[in-house]
């Protein structure tokens, strides 16, 4: 079982709406907690950053939340755009290791006219 | 600007045959690591470098191997590819412990 699971899947939307991905984890303690963008055909990239200790960050348009006592993260994006169309990780990096991260298998957000 | 690099971007080989993926970055970052992508699956680490001369095995190393000679560099090789190495792979670098790993654009590679 994947120690990252993200919800949905995938989600479909109309441009101007907001929508709200889910991430839980059972991964403990870790260093902080990611979530990504990844655009078709492209490598992820980083939206935001949460340590342990953290409960909100925002980018723009995207919040993430975090409660560490039900191990869920959140990522929430405001009145969506079409270059908001792309697949979203969650990744948690563990403490003191670069090399451990487990990453989500991701949620595939298409916005639509 | 700094950057980080792959090469080519779409291959396609046989199976039996050596295959060298190239990651290029100039950040200077010590840490540099090789995943591969598939449906189902989130990222996979393959192989993993904190510096020059070190290489570390990740949790689908079997089939792969790396060489760090540079701080740049960090070449994947298939020795002997095989359909089930077909998969999108992505290098990706970060400048020490646990700071953002930042990815390359990735590779598609088929083996037919």
């Known amino acids: 079982k994947n120690q990252v699971e993200q919800s949905p899947q995938s989600l479909i939307i109309l441009e101007g709406k907001n929508c709200t991905l889910q991430c839980n984890y059972t991964v403990s303690p870790f260093s902080n907690l990611r979530w990504y963008k990844q655009d078709t055909g492209r490598g992820p990239v980083s939206l935001t950053i949460m340590t342990f200790s953290e409960n909100t960050k925002s980018n723009g348009r995207y919040t993430a939340t975090l409660d560490a006592d039900t191990k869920q993260s959140s990522l929430h994006i405001t009145a969506s755009q079409l270059s908001d169309s792309a697949s979203y990780i969650c990744?948690?990096?563990?403490?003191?290791?670069?090399?451990?991260?487990?990453f989500g298998t991701g949620t595939r957000l298409q916005v639509t006219l | 600007d700094a950057e980080i690099t792959q090469s080519p971007r779409h291959k396609i080989t046989e199976t039996g045959r050596q295959v060298t993926l190239a990651c290029h970055q100039t950040w200077n970052h010590n840490n540099m690591f090789w995943y591969r992508q598939d449906l189902g699956h989130g990222l996979r680490l393959i192989h993993y470098?904190?510096?020059?001369?070190?290489?570390n095995k990740g949790e689908v190393s079997d089939g792969y191997s790396v060489s760090r000679s540079n701080t740049e560099d960090l070449p994947l090789t298939l020795e002997s590819a095989a359909s089930s190495q077909t998969s999108v792979y992505f290098c990706?670098?970060?400048?020490?412990?646990?700071?953002?790993?930042?990815f390359g654009p990735g590779t598609r590679l088929t083996v037919t």
């Open positions: 990744v948690v990096y563990l403490p003191g290791t670069a090399s451990k991260l487990t």
């Open positions: 470098s904190y510096g020059v001369h070190d290489t």
């Open positions: 990706a670098s970060s400048l020490s412990g646990v700071n953002e790993q930042y």
